[in-house]
């Protein structure tokens, strides 16, 4: 993220697979959000997955289409897939790693 020239909104929490919850979400109203994933379904899918969420179109990032969603292997471990996330992740945000 960093190299990226973002900010992880829940960067002081402990641990690699840190889950929060939507209303932890709303608190922090991120101006991006990057889904994770790691089944098979469309990015689409897990997008209106997210929209259909009780709240979630008071979210910043939901109301100005900055969700981008990634399949795990994309961003968990150092590896060429790594690398290749955090280009996805910075072509989203407009800028360069």
Avoid: C, W
């Avoid at 990057?34 to 997955?49: G, K, P």
């Avoid at 150092?78 to 800028?95: D, N």
Wanted: hydrophobic letters at 40%; aromatic letters at 2%.
């Amino acid at each position: 993220m960093q190299t990226a020239g973002l900010r992880n909104v829940f960067g002081e929490l402990d641990g690699n697979a840190t889950e929060v919850n939507l209303e932890e979400v709303l608190t922090k109203d991120p101006d991006m959000l990057i889904l994770i994933h790691t089944n098979t379904r469309d990015a689409a899918a897990i997008q209106d997955d997210l929209r259909a969420l009780p709240g979630a179109d008071r979210l910043s990032a939901v109301r100005n289409g900055d969700v981008l969603t990634l399949r795990l292997e994309y961003t968990n471990t150092p590896t060429p897939l790594a690398v290749q996330g955090l280009e996805r992740i910075a072509a989203h945000a407009g800028r360069s790693p």
